[in-house]
């Protein structure tokens, strides 16, 4: 049984009844990520993937935190999920205050403010997550043997190949940053969790069929 803190299971148990919001042509993508993470479960009994946008900020650090939460809600073990950019920038605080809003226990640790490390967790007695921006080479990441998703247009664009990718998906995302300083952020933000999990709980559906 799930051990997803209540909040965020609840808040899943919702994206999976929006599963036919999904247009079919991103299904189709969807899909060969299904794929791609089926046939490496196979040949190693894990898979591992690195969620990548420009600045490890926002997308990337949203989507690796609900590619592990997405497999804990359907009880699916061996996946590692990380993120990087292709730039140092922080984990920005919008995304942060999002994934707080939804259920996430975030703890920022002391004497980091240029770029905040913090530790995140999601379910009852599990080691929590290190998140920080970072580039998607950094050594906390997979050298080799992963998929690498691409969450933002412009380092799709950027990285035409990522070295020790066995897989690369394109998987843009809009950028929440659009919404920084309006009185719409958290909306907007949640918005974007809401997508990403959405997408990311149809993936996992198909690893598990």
């Not at 913090?118 to 920080?132: G, H, Q, R, T």
């Not at 920084?180 to 909306?187: A, F, M």
Request: charged share 25%; hydrophobic share 35%.
């Amino acid at each position: 049984m799930s051990s997803l803190y209540e909040s965020i299971k609840n808040f899943i148990a919702t994206r999976e009844s929006e599963q036919s919001l999904i247009p079919q042509e991103r299904k189709e993508n969807l899909l060969r990520f299904s794929k791609s993470i089926r046939e490496m479960r196979n040949g190693q009994s894990y898979s591992e993937m690195i969620f990548v946008c420009t600045h490890n900020s926002r997308r990337s650090q949203i989507a690796q935190m609900f590619a592990l939460v997405c497999a804990e809600y359907l009880g699916i073990s061996g996946i590692g999920s990380y993120s990087g950019g292709t730039e140092i920038t922080a984990f920005h605080p919008n995304s942060v205050r999002a994934l707080t809003e939804i259920g996430f226990k975030i703890e920022k640790e002391k004497n980091t403010e240029d770029n905040p490390r913090y530790w995140v967790s999601y379910k009852e007695n599990n080691v929590p997550i290190l998140a920080f921006s970072k580039l998607y080479s950094d050594v906390v990441n997979p050298s080799k043997k992963f998929i690498a998703v691409m969450v933002c247009s412009s380092a799709d664009e950027a990285c035409p190949f990522v070295p020790g990718a066995e897989v690369r998906i394109s998987l843009p995302y809009p950028d929440p940053k659009s919404s920084d300083g309006t009185p719409q952020v958290l909306e907007e933000y949640i918005k974007t969790c809401e997508t990403i999990a959405r997408e990311l709980l149809f993936v996992m559906k198909n690893v598990a069929t």
